[in-house]
């Protein structure tokens, strides 16, 4: 008998070791394999069995591993084990590599572990572990683009990126600062790029960085940091601080651009807004500014003494409360109509002044576009016109009591001339010829001046209407061709050189006022045979197409040079020359045509060349209700 107690105690050493190392090896879920080169036996543990989805049942030998090497991973994976079973190496093995998994084709990441022993310098026993790493791999790979797309983006960004650890500005410049400075990223790092900023700013910048560093806060700073070429430029520092997923602090991470143009084009704005301060609140005119959404957001000190009210109380739709309650609504419709047209907007209103007075004042106002181009509002100004309404009211009231005394006498005298020419047509006696004759000629001109002071005063009486608003227009279907003619023919009575011809191609009937039309056909045609001196004929046309009558008077006189050609239809304007002053009037003749036209939404205008004469058109709507 022999006492074998002690190999008991070993035995089961050995197998509570085994087990240990089995529960440590499942626990990390460590797969374990054995290989025999000599005899190509692979023995597998069933963690390794599950990591290549192997049933436990299942025989596996080299050649089944071999298969299940990723294709693109193989060559490298069987160099690295016939490197392992070199003699001449150290038989240590470890690498990482993909494998196709047995059951549902799927790669996977593995890290593989081993260590060869030899016999007689022949590999006899191959044995190690292996570890599904797949996911920690996705993760580097992912890691790995992060930084790489950050690297990239921060590259090619226009603005200057740095970044810094927790004590340093070391970590990071991209590509955009270097570029800048013109200096390595050797040379910036180690607080190196606080040599290019401005001895003036230098000390701030490091303040600004470790007060923040203490609190752990972002902030914001700006300094003259010196570019490649020497000259020193203004930087904008905005900086954030970086925290892990746990929430400990990293560092900061900054984008700073250049702004050294802003900043002095900001100086250029302070200036022009104090410039335009001071402007607005020392002119006599008060000024406005709306935004895009029809609230006011500005008016100037000259509005607030009118008023005598707050900032506050007059911007958005405050400033309505300061208008007289009759003119408010109407407007405010205005405003409204211009506001969605995007057109001038031009009204007169009444205003009770802080004095207790109520004065009339004019509001002019415009669309402006912000600094992109986008429609940002309308601007404008309010001037006060009480005087000149007191002095357009005299006018008018001088214009309706000179018209009335001189429209008596001047109809008295149109009497009395053609009861003359009566007498003288009924006259048989062969003795007065002579002086009949002088009398006929003299009657006659007066009789012609007498038309055109008749003519004047009713110009004079259309001006104030129109500038009153009460021309009115009464309108009926009338024949157009027809009314050329009687034109034509009234003409035709009062010159003896000019020869008029008529085309007409116009057929049937339009709306409007018969007589108003007429009116401007006959100034025209004065015009026409009144500029045209040396010339023996006017021409007229009448066309027509789907919506308009066209009426063109066409006259081979002196001409209108094309810097006149908008400014005759102004009120009172003349030509001003040598040979235009030679031809009387007051002007307004074409303001009034002008007017006449347009309120039948048609529009006149002239083709003229100077000395090659000139074409009056007309263009109106065959039924302007429409």
Not at 249 to 259: E, N, P
Not at 348 to 370: A, M
Not at 425 to 451: F, P
Not at 613 to 625: A, E, K, M, Q, T
């Amino acid at each position: 008998m022999l006492d074998i107690t002690e190999e008991k105690k070993a035995v089961q050493l050995i197998k509570e070791s085994e087990e240990r190392v089995r529960m440590a090896v499942e626990s990390t879920h460590l797969g374990t394999w054995e290989f025999h080169p000599l005899t190509g036996k692979l023995n597998w543990s069933n963690e390794c069995r599950k990591i290549y989805d192997v049933l436990a049942d299942m025989d596996v030998d080299f050649n089944f591993f071999a298969e299940h090497i990723y294709p693109e991973d193989r060559t490298y994976a069987e160099a690295e084990i016939k490197k392992a079973m070199d003699p001449a190496g150290d038989g240590n093995y470890d690498i990482q590599y993909r494998i196709i998994r047995y059951s549902d084709k799927q790669p996977r990441w593995i890290r593989a572990q081993g260590k060869v022993y030899f016999n007689n310098m022949l590999p006899e026993r191959f044995i190690g572990t292996v570890l599904d790493v797949t996911k920690e791999k996705l993760q580097q790979e992912e890691l790995k683009e992060s930084v790489e797309l950050f690297q990239t983006m921060a590259d090619n960004v226009p603005a200057m990126i740095w970044m810094s650890g927790t004590d340093k500005f070391n970590d990071y410049f991209n590509r955009t600062w270097l570029e800048f400075t013109g200096r390595t990223l050797q040379e910036e790092c180690n607080e190196g790029w606080l040599g290019g900023v401005h001895p003036d700013d230098r000390q701030r910048c490091i303040d600004t960085y470790n007060d923040s560093l203490k609190e752990q806060n972002e902030f914001y700073t700006e300094y003259k940091l010196r570019r490649h070429d020497g000259e020193y430029r203004w930087i904008a520092d905005n900086s954030i601080p970086r925290f892990s997923a746990d929430g400990v602090f990293l560092g900061f991470i900054s984008a700073c651009i250049d702004i050294d143009d802003q900043k002095r084009f900001r100086e250029k704005i302070l200036d022009s807004e104090l410039l335009f301060k001071t402007i607005s609140n020392t002119s006599p005119a008060a000024l406005w500014m709306t935004d895009k959404d029809r609230k006011n957001v500005f008016v100037s000190d000259t509005w607030l003494k009118w008023t005598g009210s707050s900032f506050n109380e007059q911007v958005d739709r405050g400033w309505l409360s300061s208008v007289v309650e009759e003119d408010r609504e109407k407007l405010i419709a205005l405003f409204f109509e211009c506001f969605a047209e995007r057109k001038k907007f031009i009204a007169e209103f009444r205003l009770p002044r802080n004095d207790g007075s109520v004065r009339w004042c004019l509001t002019e106002g415009k669309p402006y576009l912000d600094i992109n181009g986008s429609f940002a509002g309308y601007a404008g100004s309010v001037t006060d016109i009480t005087e000149i309404k007191k002095l357009e009211q005299r006018k008018d009231d001088f214009i309706k009591m000179a018209s009335h005394e001189l429209k008596t006498p001047i109809t008295s005298i149109n009497g009395y001339v053609q009861l003359l020419l009566n007498i003288y047509n009924e006259s048989e006696s062969e003795k007065l010829q002579l002086s009949r004759s002088t009398v006929r000629s003299s009657l006659g001109t007066i009789a012609k001046q007498v038309t055109k002071l008749t003519r004047l005063i009713s110009e004079l009486l259309d001006l104030s209407k129109i500038e009153s608003g009460k021309l009115e227009l009464h309108c009926a279907e009338f024949d157009l061709d027809e009314l050329v003619e009687e034109a034509v023919q009234d003409i035709r009575h009062t010159t003896s050189r000019h020869a008029i011809i008529v085309e007409s191609h116009f057929e049937g009937k339009m709306y409007g006022d018969k007589d108003r039309i007429g009116q401007v056909l006959m100034n025209l045609l004065n015009n026409a045979i009144k500029y045209s001196p040396d010339a023996d004929r006017v021409e007229v046309f009448v066309d027509v197409n789907k919506r308009n009558a066209c009426i063109r008077v066409k006259d081979f006189g002196i001409g209108i040079d094309n810097k006149e050609h908008q400014r005759i239809f102004e009120r009172f304007y003349r030509v001003e020359g040598k040979t235009e002053s030679t031809f009387p009037g007051f002007g307004i003749g074409l303001f009034i045509a002008g007017e006449i036209i347009q309120r039948h939404n048609g529009n006149i205008q002239v083709k003229s060349e100077k000395g090659h004469g000139s074409v009056f058109i007309i263009n109106l709507p065959l039924d302007f209700r429409k």
